[in-house]
């Protein structure tokens, strides 16, 4: 059987969740799949759970990995060994609808495209609820709209409401494997970057001509609302700035000669960063001492040239008033907005 989509399940101590993984890609509408499950050097169960589910189901590959090297590098094993027409990515601890990829599949075969997005929703301890994101069908039909898709995704025009367009996530998706295998498109590690996701799409829809979107919740991603607060420390905040060194550098690369064709959504990307860091040094209180934490964020030159260039009054009035206290260096309101916000939607 040729596959028509490889599934790329990258797997590290999830024993707990990968039953219900893989029991919904095993049960998919669209039949002629591949599920290559690579184990990154697991100390839990979960390789004995795939070799359960592999005895069942032929469809089903196992990598098991010799080392541990995160998802990005464990992501480019299963790349190797994909044959299907399309690849798509699951992390182990999500699960995804039936029809999931018999609906982007179909999509892309109608309009002939390189990729494919659905919406996604979250589950928060049972809780679910679904994503902001467009609720009709989109279609990209040349390398020129694709491209500004991909833009959106970097960051959305000032006047939108959210910091967030498309998500950049490529577990609601599926990728022409031609494109992959001809331009050797591979996942940067996480170790070494901060949203790997994103370096991922920008070279693959840069590289590609048709792409689309459908309104339809095929996704589910688990939710830890502490995972963050947990797990938030300057290391992080530092990679995070460094991402948005990098993504320039990578964007640069793609336009040599027009900087414009991309800076206002860099730009939304860096105002949403930067609100995001104030958000976490505010609400997580490192050592005790948030204040001086984030007034080096706003003597940094990433933010200060947004500030000084970007059509700050195109954006929502809550978004002008949090750049109005950034561009002021009011930290105290800035923390207290931030807690308070952080109170009324718990993102953290």
């Not at 049960?27 to 795939?50: H, R």
């Amino acid at each position: 059987m040729f596959p028509k989509v490889s599934i790329i399940l990258p797997i590290y101590n999830v024993e707990k969740y990968l039953d219900k993984c893989l029991d919904t890609l095993v049960n998919q509408t669209l039949k002629e799949i591949e599920i290559i499950c690579v184990i990154d050097k697991s100390p839990d169960n979960s390789i004995d759970i795939c070799k359960k589910w592999a005895a069942e189901d032929n469809r089903i590959v196992i990598i098991d990995k010799p080392i541990n090297e995160g998802l990005g590098l464990t992501r480019n094993a299963g790349l190797e060994v994909a044959t299907g027409e399309y690849v798509a990515f699951v992390d182990s601890d999500d699960y995804v609808d039936v029809e999931m990829y018999e609906n982007l599949y179909s999509f892309a075969k109608e309009y002939k495209l390189d990729a494919s997005f659905c919406n996604y929703a979250r589950d928060t301890n049972g809780s679910i609820s679904s994503s902001n994101e467009p609720t009709k069908e989109l279609f990209f039909d040349n390398h020129f709209k694709t491209t500004q898709f991909m833009l959106d995704m970097v960051g959305p025009e000032p006047s939108y409401p959210h910091d967030v367009k498309y998500l950049v996530s490529v577990w609601r998706s599926i990728y022409l494997n031609k494109i992959i295998k001809e331009y050797h498109i591979k996942f940067e590690s996480e170790r070494n970057v901060v949203s790997e996701d994103i370096f991922w799409n920008i070279d693959f829809l840069m590289h590609t001509n048709r792409s689309g979107y459908i309104p339809f919740v095929g996704y589910y991603y688990r939710y830890n609302t502490v995972s963050l607060s947990r797990t938030y420390n300057h290391e992080k905040a530092n990679k995070m700035l460094d991402m948005l060194c990098l993504i320039r550098e990578k964007l640069n690369s793609y336009f040599p000669n027009d900087c414009s064709a991309y800076l206002l959504n860099y730009q939304r990307m860096v105002f949403y960063i930067f609100r995001n860091l104030i958000k976490y040094e505010s609400v997580v209180n490192i050592e005790n001492n948030r204040q001086k934490h984030i007034k080096a964020l706003l003597e940094n030159s990433l933010i200060h040239d947004v500030m000084s260039e970007y059509p700050i009054s195109k954006m929502t009035i809550d978004r002008r008033f949090f750049s109005f206290c950034m561009k002021k260096k009011l930290v105290r309101l800035l923390i207290t907005i931030s807690l308070l916000d952080n109170y009324r939607h718990r993102f953290i």
